[in-house]
């Protein structure tokens, strides 16, 4: 079965400093890692992808499987940057469709 | 932009009612996706359907819940008899396709209240 950690329920910075959104994930197979983003009222959306290796709004993402790690990295936090980040898997190996996600962080960034 | 729709955004519901919650995935969509989210708790996957039948299903989908895609628009998820720990935001969600490279849409939401 597959576990998605998300260490940090509360993450609050203020603003121009760095970000780290920490996720472990817990599966024997090949996971696809993803970040999705819940700005205030508004739906789930994806925020990136391991496997695209893209820098979506200055957020960025490495997936390290020997530490089995997938943080969220941005260097320069900004207001509107202040939503909910949920860390999810898909299993690729067996694991169907589904996303397995952690519970969230809650980012708050301060001015 | 093509979104996954949700009706009603908020359903009050007396405990031991029937509820049916609905959803209108994107329109080239072949999997479609229920989950849901107890307040302060993390997204639950609950099941997963394509060609018109459950290709996966989680524990909490018993026989109290099924889903149905009555007119090939519409993906429903029905409560049979709802219980006040079935009280949660559920979302629907749907892709193009599976593996490598599909992003799953999320609709808005459906807020269930059962008291």
């Known amino acids: 079965a597959q576990r998605v950690t998300q260490p940090e329920k509360l993450l609050s910075v203020f603003k121009g400093a760095p970000v780290e959104l920490k996720c472990n994930y817990s599966?024997?197979?090949?996971?696809?890692l993803f970040w999705y983003v819940q700005y205030s009222r508004q739906r789930l959306q994806l925020l990136l992808r391991?496997?695209s290796r893209e820098s979506i709004k200055g957020f960025t993402a490495d997936l390290n499987k020997g530490e089995t790690s997938f943080h969220l990295k941005k260097p320069f936090a900004q207001e509107e940057d202040s939503a909910m980040y949920y860390c999810?898997?898909?299993?690729?190996?067996?694991?169907?469709?589904?996303?397995?996600f952690g519970t969230g962080t809650q980012l708050k960034v301060e001015l | 932009e093509p979104e996954v729709t949700q009706t009603p955004s908020h359903q009050v519901t007396q405990m031991g009612q029937e509820v049916i919650l609905r959803c209108v995935p994107i329109?080239?969509?072949?999997?479609f996706y229920w989950y849901r989210q107890i307040l302060g708790q993390k997204v639950e996957f609950l099941v997963s359907?394509?060609?018109?039948?459950?290709?996966?299903k989680s524990e909490i989908f018993d026989d109290q819940f099924s889903v149905e895609r009555p007119d090939g628009s519409n993906f429903t998820l029905k409560i049979r008899s709802t219980k006040l720990e079935d009280s949660a935001m559920y979302f629907c969600?749907?892709?193009?396709?599976?593996?490598?490279?599909?992003?799953?849409?999320f609709g808005q939401g459906t807020r269930l209240t059962v008291v």
């Open positions: 391991h496997i």
């Open positions: 329109s080239n969509h072949l999997y």
């Open positions: 359907f394509y060609n018109n039948e459950i290709s996966e």
């Open positions: 599966y024997s197979g090949s996971p696809e």
């Open positions: 999810a898997l898909k299993a690729l190996t067996g694991g169907g469709n589904k996303l397995t």
């Open positions: 969600a749907s892709s193009e396709g599976t593996g490598r490279d599909t992003e799953a849409f």
